[in-house]
Structure formats: C-alpha cells, structure tokens
C-alpha cells in the first residue's frame, strides 16, 4: 500500500554543517516532504560558511535593534509562512528563541501539530530568575505533540519538565562515511590523544591538560593535539608545564573539510567537557575507528560509551581519573578501535533520517510509547 507523503517544516537557529548533513538524508526520503526554516544563515560563534537558500531551504528574513542577541530578533514572515503552508507537522529544534515561541503559539492557536527536538532542558541550572523565564518558556509545549529528545540522558530531564507529553529518543547524526574510510594503523612510535573543540570553559581542556601531564610521566611516546579556538586558547597554552611543551600541539580552526586528516592521525578522543548536550565529535571518532575517553557530562559518549569497549567514562573534572583513563586506552587501543568503529557504523544519517521518518509517523498516529529501534 503507497504510504502518503508527509509534509514536515523543521525550523531551527542556524544550518550547522552537520545538521545539514541529516536534512539532505531526510529530503531523500520518498514519503516525506522537507521544509526547512532557519533564522540566521550561519552561526556568528563558528567559522563555518553561511548557506544560502536554495529548494526546500529558507533562511527567514529577520528584523531586530542592532547589538541585542539573535534569540530577541523577530522575524514577521515566519507564522505567515507556517499557517500558509499548513504542513502536517511542525519540527521546532528548540524553545528559547523569540521565534520558536512564535512559531509554537501559531500553532496551538491553528491547531496544527507541533514537535519539540532539543537537548536536555538543564531544569535545575541557573539562578532564581533564570529558572523561572525557563518554566514560562517551557509552558507552551505542553501542548506539543511529543518531544524528541537529543539523547537517552535528556529523556528523564524533559519527562520531568513536561509529564503529559511523550518523549522520544532521537540523537544528533552527521555524515560519517568519510571518517569510516580512515584506516587505522597500530605500528606507530607514538600515541596521539585528539581534542576537538571550542577552547572555552565549558569545554574543561584545563583539566585535560592537567591529565595529560599525569600520563606523559608514566610514558614518554603520548602526544596531544588540540584543534579548534576560544577565548582560553592563550591562557591554555601558557599554563601547559614546560617539560611537556614539544608533545602538546595547539593546531587552531581546522577546516571541516580536512578534519578526517587530523582524526586519521590520532589514536584515541578525548572530550573532557564541564557540560556538552551532545557532542558529534564522539559520532566522527568512532566511525574513524578512535575510542573514545569523555565525562559523563557528554550526552553522545553517554550514548555510545562504554568502558573498556569503545573508551572510558570519567567524572567531570576528575584529572586523575582522566590521566588513568588515558593509559589504559593506550594499553587497550587496538581492541577497542574495532569496537568503535563497529559503533560507528551505526551513526550514519541515513539511518538517523529512517528513524525520524518512522517517529513522526507514530507521534502523528498517537502513539506515546517509547520506540528503540
């Protein structure tokens, strides 16, 4: 029997490339129709380059006073758009933008069926104040018809912050073909741990450098290598002991085009973030055939880790754990490796748009059920 197209408009912050790389797999699904809605072309934090519109791809115009934050910006053919196109849902990657609320209260006055994609809600971070704007601004999506949530680790997190509504499982993907190409060789005289990332507080590269000077005493053949930039990176830099110096390399921004070459180097990831929803840095890692050492603040190393098998799980600022981690991955790396890359193969975005396609069938059918594919 011929399944009927579904009409879905997504509408989210910024086309990140990644995200891009699980739309173009979705729009090359024959039963569902993709529009999708961003409110900037290109997030003004990245050096990514801004995308243009193209078929199926709008960046809504916006206005707004200049120097107040993207979120406050308002974008007037947005809801007009939403309530011409009388989509049979509505994906919304989010709920704190001006926009977002906009485009939900649209909605539930119109009737039509909306979603919610997102991350964890952190209900019980921030001051008094910044709790309470988070419990109005979750208010509206009770109305929604489920929540997809960025993880199994956000699942309790949005249950909690919406009970009546059902929540789903549906992780971030990215294109990980080109990282399953990489070939990995053991005859190597070092051993190379790669951090890939915003060089910011969040990210906590302090504690790991901490660590790695912990494990450079025990073996002398470790390196480590940092990409990307941030406000810490200098302060970083300096605070690396002298002793140390010639096996820590920060490389700076690396093009997303010549990322497989740096992951192909390495031996290992190591992603020691204070706080990071999810994280496909652990995605492209282990699809590169890397195990991979995280915090369990990351929600992607939550998803896919497991000790001994595709890395290690430590506590958030726990340098000692860390650094401990860091040597047994070495003596455990090969074996591991296949581990991983057998995950890997697991995380492609075709597989991610099958799953979205068949969630929100059951989301518009009713069914409240969890569903594990």
């Not at 989509?87 to 649209?106: E, K, M, N, R, T």
């Not at 192909?264 to 496909?280: F, Q």
């Not at 600022?317 to 090969?334: I, K, W």
């Not at 995380?347 to 979205?356: E, K, S």
């Amino acid at each position: 029997m011929l399944v009927p197209a579904m009409r879905v408009c997504l509408l989210s912050n910024y086309p990140v490339p990644y995200q891009m790389e699980f739309l173009d797999a979705v729009r090359r699904l024959p039963d569902l129709e993709l529009k999708a809605l961003f409110l900037s072309p290109k997030d003004p934090t990245r050096s990514w380059p801004a995308i243009q519109a193209m078929d199926g791809l709008w960046i809504v115009p916006s206005v707004g006073v200049p120097g107040l934050p993207q979120e406050l910006r308002f974008h007037p053919q947005l809801v007009p758009f939403l309530l011409r196109e009388r989509p049979d849902i509505v994906v919304v990657c989010g709920y704190s933008h001006v926009a977002f609320q906009l485009a939900i209260g649209a909605m539930r006055i119109a009737g039509r069926p909306f979603v919610i994609w997102a991350e964890a809600p952190r209900l019980a971070e921030g001051t008094g104040l910044t709790k309470a704007i988070r419990q109005a601004l979750l208010r509206p999506l009770r109305e929604a018809k489920a929540v997809l949530a960025v993880g199994q680790h956000a699942i309790p997190q949005w249950e909690s912050a919406l009970p009546t509504v059902p929540v789903f499982n549906h992780p971030y993907s990215c294109d990980i073909s080109r990282y399953l190409r990489i070939e990995r060789s053991s005859k190597r005289d070092t051993f190379t741990f790669l951090f890939s990332g915003q060089l910011i507080e969040r990210k906590g590269v302090d504690t790991l450098l901490r660590a790695f000077a912990l494990a450079a005493r025990e073996q002398t053949n470790l390196r480590l290598v940092l990409i990307g930039e941030g406000s810490r990176k200098a302060q970083l830099a300096g605070n690396v002991p002298e002793n140390i110096r010639a096996r820590v390399e920060f490389r700076g921004f690396v093009p997303w085009e010549q990322l497989p070459a740096v992951y192909a180097e390495a031996d290992a990831l190591v992603v020691p973030s204070r706080y990071d929803g999810w994280a496909l840095v652990v995605n492209e890692a282990l699809a590169a055939g890397l195990p991979v050492i995280a915090s369990r603040a990351v929600g992607a190393a939550l998803e896919y880790v497991r000790d001994g098998v595709t890395g290690f799980l430590v506590n958030v600022d726990d340098e000692v754990g860390l650094s401990t981690a860091l040597l047994e991955t070495v003596s455990q790396a090969p074996t591991m490796s296949a581990c991983a890359r057998a995950v890997g193969k697991t995380l492609g975005p075709d597989v991610a748009a099958a799953r979205f396609d068949r969630l929100l069938r059951r989301v518009s059918e009713g069914v409240r059920e969890p569903w594990q594919s």
